[in-house]
């Protein structure tokens, strides 16, 4: 008996949280998984992160927060975009949340009417296209493949505006590519997005510290854009804090407003010991984000040459975040050991089965033709991934 809303039935189950589960199973098994399918850097907390969270337990920050965070937490936020950005916000444009993901789903659902559509660019984070949906608005896909660097083009933009379109969601650098959207790739969306006024931006900023190629570009710089663009950051990516539940939009203080109205009603503030972490996440030494970075990049280099040594892979060069995110359609049509490839999720299946190592397909990504690796482990396990890959790869015929 499925009595559901249709609003559930309408959404799709997370993938990347599916492959998850399908190697911890094997795992439980005891089959030796180099897990590639998730989305977190493999470090732990910085320490003087982890005492600050211990002080506030002795501090009794044990009480509901304020809906949008404490006002420290805000203001340590308005002080990283002027500093770090050169954006000026007050604490009263910041909103907190459990997550850059209820950020970006706070957005959404405190925007978008039914039948309202996002113009999303593919390859997409999987909870895009659901998150609309779950507004009962429309996703509308612009699809940008691995020959453009997965970046949209100013005329792809433009193609996709109709009537109807509220928002645009831009992700630099990238879940699941890595690509990274320079200042002139800005500028070419923005001269598009100022002929039409009414086009609202969520800028998803979470990998902005996990950058290969100089500066992170917010398209909230553009003065045209500051008005009508709602960032979304959070401590999780860059100080490896995703379990602590800390994320934030920055933006127009009347959207703020509204989405505080949201929260209120559905799970009030962050958690109060969370929030006293992330203000010294960024208030304190940002020391240990610079030695993640580093790390991240030797990774990204030492994965995309090893990629690029296997048969059937078209690999192009990420800039930013933790994931490659190779073609591998060549391989589509082949079997072997009773798997058929038909689709790369078919792909990851058996890469998970037969070389035991687990991405994740592209389709829930919006590319059926790619695969995401995430490279947020050890040189150790990217070697022997890469090797355990291109062996059950070579079996395909």
Known sequence: MNVLSNRLNSLSPSATLAMSQKSAELKAQGVDVINLSVGEPDFNTPDHI????????DDNYSRYSPVPGYPALRNAIVAKLKNENNLEYTAAQISCANGAKQSVCNTILALVNP???????????????EMVKLAEGEPVIVTAGIEQNFKITPAQLEAA?????????????????????SQEELAGLVAV?????????????????????????????????????????????????????IGFIA????????????????????CSVSQVAAEVAYTGTQEPVEQMRQAFERRRDLIVSLAKEVPGFEVNVPEGAFYLFPKCSSFFGKSANGHTINTSDDLAMYLLEVGHVACVGGTSFGAPECIRMSYATSDENIVEAIRRIKEALALLK
């Open 50 to 57: 982890k005492e600050a969270a211990k002080k506030a337990i």
């Open 161 to 181: 505006i109709t009537p109807k379109t509220k928002a645009l969601i831009l992700c630099s650098p990238s879940n699941p590519t890595g690509s990274v959207y």
């Open 251 to 270: 933006g127009p203080e009347w959207i703020v407003k509204g989405v505080n109205k949201l929260q209120g009603q559905y799970t009030s503030g962050p």
């Open 193 to 245: 997005l100022e002929k039409y006024p009414n086009v609202f931006i969520i800028a998803d900023e979470i990998y902005e510290h996990i950058n290969y190629i100089g500066k992170h570009q917010s398209i909230a710089q553009f003065p045209s854009m500051k008005e009508r663009t709602i960032i979304v950051n959070g401590v999780s990516k860059a100080y490896a804090m995703t379990g602590w539940r």
């Open 115 to 129: 039948g309202e559509e996002v113009i999303v660019p593919a390859p997409y984070w999987v909870s895009y296209p």
